[in-house]
Antibody, heavy 116, light 110 residues
Framework: EVQLVESGGGLVQPGGSLRLSCAAS????????MTWVRQAPGKGLEWVSG????????YNADSVKGRFTISRDNSKSTLYLQMNSLRAEDTAVYFC?????????WGQGTLVTVSS | QSALAQPPSASGSPGQSVTISCTGT?????????VSWYQQHPGKAPKLMIY???KRPSGVPDRFSGSKSGNTASLTVSGLQAEDEAEYYC??????????FGGGTKLTVL
């Protein structure tokens, strides 16, 4: 059974930083591209960042370019999202997903709240 | 880029069919075969229902079908059941390995 388990969310002040992690099991992690998708409270889904299977190719939404960095450690089957210069509008549940163009497996999400 | 356009709500009675549209542009929906649909129940993670416009992942009932014409994709749910009541989101590739989502459609089973 494939499991994606996010962690690292929490309350952070505007301008602060946070690093999210996503531990994967039940799949050959190093064979798959991965993506972060977020959902603001009561709102729709928003694509955030994607990364190729080797980590060599990364893609970011305009809304997070220059502030968020996606990375992965295939030896640990773990996906990361380093979030800097956080803004109130970054408040959302962040989902880890498997895929690049469509998303087969999803974690349960981790809530990030940006507020003073 | 703007989100793909979906109607905010749709409804149908049990056993009926309902179709949800997803309208984009030639730079996203119209330009790629990578249109997918997700079902999300309250408080849960989204679930992939359709990928590559019309393909169903294993385990998704064949009551769910997808299609595309020009810049508009559609999800049809036939033989509506109570458990189909949920939020539905479309998504599409949008060039440079970017992805756009629709704003979501709340499907109500009357």
């Amino acid at each position: 059974e494939v499991q994606l388990v996010e962690s690292g969310g929490g309350l952070v002040q505007p301008g602060g930083s946070l690093r999210l992690s996503c531990a994967a099991s039940g799949l050959s992690f190093n064979n798959y591209a991965m993506t972060w998708v977020r959902q603001a409270p009561g709102k729709g889904l928003e694509w955030v960042s994607g990364i190729g299977s080797t980590g060599g190719d990364t893609y970011n939404a305009d809304s997070v370019k220059g502030r968020f960095t996606i990375s992965r450690d295939n030896s640990k089957s773990t996906l990361y999202l380093q979030m800097n210069s956080l803004r109130a509008e970054d408040t959302a549940v962040y989902f880890c997903t498997q895929g690049l163009r469509w998303f087969v497996y999803w974690g349960q999400g981790t809530l990030v709240t940006v507020s003073s | 880029q703007s989100a793909l356009a979906q109607p905010p709500s749709a409804s149908g009675s049990p056993g009926q069919s309902v179709t949800i549209s997803c309208t984009g542009t030639s730079s996203d929906v119209g330009g790629y075969k990578y249109v997918s649909w997700y079902q999300q129940h309250p408080g849960k993670a989204p679930k992939l229902m359709i990928y590559e416009v019309s393909k169903r992942p294993s385990g998704v009932p064949d009551r769910f079908s997808g299609s595309k014409s020009g810049n508009t994709a559609s999800l049809t749910v036939s033989g509506l059941q109570a458990e189909d009541e949920a939020e539905y989101y479309c998504s599409s590739s949008a060039g440079s390995n970017m992805v756009l989502f629709g704003g979501g459609t709340k499907l109500t089973v009357l």
